[in-house]
C-alpha cells in the first residue's frame, strides 16, 4: 500500500510528508484569468426583477395557521377604520443616534450608507449584507399603502431583547380605538440565530406580555392578527393560550428584503400567502424529541408495546401522552389553511414495475369552497414493516395548483 494512503488511514501523516501537485499545474495557471465576480454585477443588483423574485419567494412562503372558517382577508375593509400595526418587528422606533459600526456615522447624520433598524434587520435574518437596499417595514408599507382611507398607528408595544413595559401604554392606547389589530412579533438576530440557543420556544422578552394586554385592551369586535417573523417554531405560553387569542395568525418566517410587502398584500387580500410548514411544531419545548415530534410507527417499540396512546391521526398512527398536555403536534409538517376549500376523490395508486418510478398515483382535486384558491397537494408514502424503526410516513412530492370556484383537477 502506498505510504501515504497507509498514514491517512490511520489518521497520523509524519511531518516530513508533503503533499504536492493536489491541483495540476494547467489548473493553476487558469485561476486568475477570469476575475473573482461578475464586475457587472453591481449595476444589475437590486433589480425590479429580483425584488418581484423575493417577494414572490415571500408571499408563497408565509403559512396560514389560523383563520375564521370562510373569511379572508384579514383586513377586510380599509375605509374609514383604525388600524393598529403593535409588535418590535413591525416598523422602526426613532431612538438615540447610533452608530453604523462600519461607517462611525449615527444615524442622525445621513450616513453614507444605511443604518437597519432591528425590524428590518430580523425580517431579512442572519449572514445578510445589507448596502443601501430598501427594506420596508410592515408598518411603513401599510401605512403608505392605506394612508388615503384608513388610520393606521404604529407603537412598538416592546422589546424582543428584554422584558421592560416602558413602551406598552402608547401601544395599548392606538390598540384600544383600533378596528383592526396587527401584531408582528417574532425572533430577533440574537433570540434566533448561531450562538442564539434558548431553553423555551415561547415568544421572547416582552413579547408574551404584549400579545395578552393587546388582547385585553382592544375592543370586544377588533380583529386580532398575528404575524410571526421567526426563525424557528414558536409557542405561546401555557396551553398556547395566546394563540387562542387570536383570530387569525400568519408564520412568515425571515421573510426577507420584500417581506412586509408581501406581508400586507396577504393581509389585505392582494396576494395569495400558499406556505406550508416544513416540520412538526411541538405544543412545548419539552415535548421535542417526544412523543408528538418523530414520525414512528406504532408496531416498533413502546407504540405497541403498552397501548397507552390514544390513535388520533386519521391514518392511526399512536401519540405516547404527557401528563397535563396533549401529545399531538400544535401544527403537523405540511400544515397550512387554504383559503378555499378543496375535495379530494378517486385516488388510484398503480405499481409500475420500472425502478426509476415505482409508482404512479391519481387523484381528482376539486375547488370546493365559494372562492379561487391555491391548494398544496401533498403525497406521502408508509414504509413497510422492517427490522429497524423506519419513519412512520414520508412526504415524497407536492404541487402547487391553482383551481377556480367549481373547478376539478386531475392530478398524476
Given amino acids: ?8 488511514r490511520s489518521a497520523f501523516i509524519p511531518s516530513h510528508t508533503h503533499i504536492v501537485h493536489i491541483v495540476p499545474p494547467s489548473v493553476v495557471s487558469r485561476l486568475f ?48 377604520v383604525q388600524i393598529a400595526i403593535v409588535g418590535p418587528n413591525a416598523g422602526c422606533t426613532p431612538k438615540k443616534p447610533e452608530l453604523d459600526p462600519e461607517t462611525g456615522h449615527s444615524s442622525s447624520a445621513k450616513p453614507p450608507k444605511a443604518v437597519y433598524c432591528d425590524a428590518q434587520r430580523n425580517m431579512i435574518g442572519p449572514y445578510a449584507q445589507l448596502a443601501d437596499i430598501e427594506v420596508p417595514t410592515v408598518a411603513n408599507y401599510l401605512t403608505g399603502k392605506l394612508n388615503q382611507t384608513a388610520k393606521v398607528v404604529f407603537a412598538q408595544g416592546c422589546e424582543i431583547s428584554d422584558a421592560s ?22 425572533d430577533s438576530l440574537s433570540s434566533c440565530s448561531e450562538w442564539g440557543d434558548r431553553d423555551t420556544l415561547d415568544l421572547p422578552g416582552g413579547q408574551m406580555a404584549l400579545v395578552a394586554a393587546v388582547k385585553n385592551a382592544s375592543q370586544s369586535s377588533a380583529r386580532l392578527i398575528m404575524i410571526l417573523t421567526n426563525g424557528r417554531p414558536t409557542t405561546f405560553g401555557p396551553n398556547n393560550e395566546l394563540l387562542d387569542m387570536m383570530d387569525f395568525v400568519l408564520v412568515a418566517w425571515r421573510a426577507g428584503q420584500m417581506g412586509a410587502v408581501a406581508i400586507g398584500d396577504a393581509l389585505l387580500g392582494i396576494g395569495e400567502p400558499t406556505g406550508r410548514l416544513g416540520q412538526s411544531w411541538p405544543r412545548n419545548v419539552g415535548q421535542v424529541n417526544g412523543g408528538s415530534n418523530p414520525w414512528l410507527q406504532q408496531i416498533r417499540g413502546k407504540w405497541l408495546a403498552n397501548g ?20 399531538t403536534p400544535l401544527f403537523p409538517l405540511g400544515y397550512g389553511l387554504a383559503l378555499s376549500q378543496f375535495k379530494y376523490s378517486n ?25 379561487d384558491a391555491t391548494e398544496v397537494v401533498q403525497f406521502y408514502i408508509q414504509d413497510p414493516v422492517l427490522p429497524w424503526v423506519p419513519y412512520w410516513k414520508r412526504l415524497i412530492t407536492f404541487d402547487k395548483v391553482f383551481l377556480k370556484k367549481g373547478e376539478p383537477l386531475h392530478c398524476i
Fill in 347 to 371: 385516488v388510484i395508486a398503480k405499481a409500475t414495475g420500472i425502478k426509476e418510478k415505482p409508482l404512479i398515483v391519481n387523484v381528482d382535486v376539486t375547488n370546493i369552497g365559494d372562492r
Fill in 165 to 186: 413595559t416602558d413602551q406598552l401604554p402608547a401601544a395599548l392606547e392606538a390598540v384600544a380605538k383600533a378596528d383592526y389589530v396587527v401584531l408582528v412579533v417574532g
Fill in 33 to 80: 484569468d477570469e476575475p473573482y465576480v461578475n464586475e457587472s454585477a453591481p449595476s444589475i443588483l437590486n433589480a425590479d426583477k429580483h425584488r418581484q423574485l423575493a417577494y414572490e419567494a415571500a408571499l408563497q412562503g408565509i403559512t396560514v395557521v389560523k383563520r375564521p372558517a370562510n373569511i379572508w382577508p384579514p383586513i377586510a375593509s380599509t375605509n374609514n
Fill in 308 to 327: 397507552k396512546g390514544p390513535v388520533v391521526d386519521p391514518d392511526g398512527r399512536r401519540y405516547d401522552s404527557y401528563v397535563g398536555s396533549e401529545a
Fill in 1 to 8: 500500500m502506498d505510504p501515504l494512503i497507509r498514514s491517512t
